[in-house]
């Protein structure tokens, strides 16, 4: 029997000693820790060189490659150098396979788990291998070599800066400068400066010993991509918060392997010298003993993803809820406001607000951003769309930097343009308009207002409900969508649009879809507007007025998905009949946490739903970009947002949510208005057959 001894710079009370057969040899394996001292391992090597066959080194790597340049660790090469008559390995090469491997294993397994993650590698010239595999997917990687390794106050921030200073600027390190980086003071602004590091990154690369003295403030809610990593270490992670921890490491007999344990093993069982071992070796060992990376939930299942939503104000009442503003506001001019909406309509994007606290009862989170751009609607609309492309993307790469992993477009920020295509083409992270959602939202709270004001005849048993319905914008990107949906719902469907031929072509793809569908055309809405149980509003008028309110029927569900609306207050106001309801509203999953958008607490409007949705489900793709919504896109997001716990929120209207007795108070009025036509009605009727008796010629005697 050959014996393996692993000599680790960790701690005593987790050695351990088993006997195993290992490719067809039996071993008696060793784990002795050094509590941390180096004068310890380096008597344990003379101690274990008389009786081990293989010794197996825990310590940082003896030789190492980044990019073109090779190092050697000096303290890692003294100490394996204490033992002569057996070989010794720290296992570098096999460490990097086992932890290249886990990294692409959980990218794999979890779904894009490291889109665009903020890492931070203590080390980016020793985990180099690593730290290329994990660049395929985000440019959000920090190296503190130069803070670790100098006390110098900066981190590297790119793979280019990190090969940069690879090519000469860690030779400093042997510059004669005595006493500085032990020096008490710059000790601690070392450590500050690491510790807000790791507060930031959602991803640390680092080894244990490194992470030892830090805790809840810097390791909470992280992801700790380390190797061997033993049920005690598991533990005390949950202990600091830690949420996922990534380990290349196999296990053994209920025992964690380090790289070093492992490789020793290996020599001793091939009796090959640990330098002979090819990759080829390796690939046939790893894959023929079935060895895996790990994947630990310390506290269970928790996985967060990010995302950022691009808002703009909507009027100038917006700048008056800044305080400076609100109080020049009060006594400057009109004219004056006029200047700065012009104003800040250049000025850069900003973090509006902070989101946190949803969760899907999959169990998956997500947190993300409101990032503002300063134009209003009257503003975009009056720039060509490439000034406002440029502002979008000046957002986007504010939310690749915070770490978001996709970007949704709100308001008239999607409407610009080709409506997305041009930005989700030059963005750094993918794009969103939300507008399927926003679509899917629309009829959602329609048919739901529908229901609840108990108008219509009831459906007699799978029999839908029976209504006309008006799409006005039908050509428009959400209100195509509306269309086609709609068409599957309602008795007759009213298409609207001053856009002709785009209305025909329009009505031929959906008969193709829903060949029983019963179509009608009109450019303007005026035309049958009185006969409809529902109207979708669709435009992007911007204040434009698209329909007269005073002609709707009583009791009319109308959904106003504009924005800026249709249908400002004032107009609604005139109709006390008719529910008018702003659609797209979705009640998020968990206790959210938001600034006020206009909407109560943990309401969304659809399309910054979608972009959650997207976000919770790790979609992190263009989903909706473009004018031509798919219907299947819009069914899709419907089901996901099902699944995440999305539900319609009340239904809000212009001036807030309708309660209950809101909704059965316009019920009221709509069928007091109701009987009040009909009786006008049997009157006028009335009296045109009096005229029409008293005019008749008397009958012949």
């Known amino acids: 029997m050959k014996t393996v001894v692993g000599i680790s710079l960790g701690a005593s009370d987790q050695d351990f000693k088993f006997n195993t057969s290992f490719l067809g040899h039996r071993i008696s394996v060793h784990r002795v820790g050094a509590n941390g001292s180096v004068a310890k391992a380096s008597r344990l090597l003379k101690y274990w060189e008389q009786r081990a066959d293989v010794i197996g080194l825990g310590v940082i790597k003896d030789r190492y490659e980044a990019g073109a340049q090779r190092f050697i660790e000096k303290d890692s090469a003294r100490l394996k150098a204490v033992v002569s008559r057996v070989p010794v390995t720290v296992g570098g090469q096999l460490g990097d396979i086992l932890q290249e491997w886990a990294v692409r294993h959980a990218q794999a397994e979890l779904g894009n788990y490291f889109n665009n993650a903020r890492v931070l590698f203590f080390s980016g010239l020793k985990d180099y291998k690593l730290a290329l595999a994990l660049s395929e997917h985000t440019e959000n990687l920090m190296f503190a070599d130069p803070l670790l390794q100098l006390g110098v106050p900066k981190l590297l921030t790119s793979m280019d800066a990190l090969r940069m200073y690879g090519s000469g600027a860690h030779y400093v390190k042997d510059w004669p400068l005595p006493g500085v980086m032990a020096s008490g003071p710059v000790k601690e602004w070392t450590r500050f400066l690491l510790r807000k590091a790791m507060q930031k990154a959602t991803v640390i690369v680092a080894n244990l010993l490194e992470l030892d003295e830090f805790g809840l403030e810097e390791l909470a809610g992280k992801t700790i991509i380390t190797s061997t990593v033993s049920d005690q270490r598991v533990a005390q992670f949950r202990d600091k918060g830690v949420h996922l921890v990534i380990d290349g490491s196999p296990v053994m007999k209920g025992r964690v392997l380090g790289p070093s344990l492992l490789d020793a093993m290996i020599s001793a069982a091939t009796g090959k010298h640990p330098d002979a071992i090819a990759e080829d070796d390796y690939l046939e060992i790893i894959t023929g003993q079935q060895l895996a990376p790990r994947i630990i939930y310390p506290s269970g299942f928790k996985r967060v993803n990010r995302f950022a939503f691009v808002i703009h104000p909507l009027s100038q009442e917006y700048f008056k809820k800044v305080k400076p503003i609100e109080l020049l506001s009060q006594v400057s001019p009109p004219v004056l406001m006029d200047t700065l909406e012009k104003i800040m309509a250049y000025a850069p994007p900003f973090v509006y607000s902070r989101v946190s606290g949803i969760r899907s009862p999959t169990g998956v989170e997500a947190e993300g951003w409101l990032i503002s751009v300063g134009g209003t609607p009257k503003e975009i609309m009056q720039h060509s769309p490439e000034f406002t492309y440029r502002r979008l993307l000046d957002a986007a790469a504010m939310a690749r930097r915070l770490g978001a992993q996709i970007m949704g477009l709100g308001a008239f920020t999607k409407v610009v343009g080709d409506a997305g295509v041009s930005v989700a083409r030059r963005s750094p992270l993918p794009i969103t308009t939300g507008n399927s959602y926003s679509a899917s939202g629309a009829l959602w709270a329609a048919h739901d207002a529908l229901l609840r004001m108990r108008l219509l005849p009831a459906p007699r048993g799978k029999e839908r409900v029976k209504f006309k319905a008006m799409v006005v914008g039908a050509t428009g990107a959400i209100g195509s969508v509306c269309a ?207 005229k029409q008796v008293r005019k008749a010629p008397a009958a012949s005697a």
């Not at 739903?609 to 489900?617: D, G, K, R, S």
Request: charged share 25%; aromatic share 4%.
């Open 484 to 690: 086609r949906l709609m068409a599957k719902a309602a008795e007759e469907v009213y298409l609207v649009s001053p856009e002709t031929a785009k209305l025909l072509s329009l009505k031929e793809s959906i008969l193709q879809e829903t060949p029983d569908a019963k179509l009608f055309l009109a450019a303007r809405a005026d035309k049958n507007i009185a006969a409809m149980d529902m109207i979708v509003t669709a435009t992007s008028g911007a204040g434009k007025k698209v329909l007269d309110i005073m002609q709707v029927k009583p009791g009319c569900v109308i959904t106003d998905v504009a924005r800026p609306l249709d249908l400002p207050a004032e107009e609604v106001a005139k109709r006390p009949d008719v529910l008018v309801i702003e659609s797209g509203e979705i009640q998020l999953p968990g206790d959210v946490h938001m600034k006020n958008i206009g909407l109560p607490k943990g309401v969304a409007y659809a399309c910054l739903a979608e972009t959650i949705v997207l976000a919770l489900e790790g979609r992190f793709e263009n989903f909706t970009v473009g004018r031509a919504i798919e219907w299947e896109r819009v069914r899709e997001i419907y089901q996901l947002g099902l699944k995440h716990g999305m539900k319609l929120a009340a239904i809000s209207g212009v001036n807030g949510p309708f309660s209950d007795q809101d909704i059965e108070d316009v019920r009221t009025r709509a069928l007091a208005a109701r009987a009040e036509r009909t009786s006008l009605a049997i009157k006028a009727s009335t009296r045109r057959n009096t």
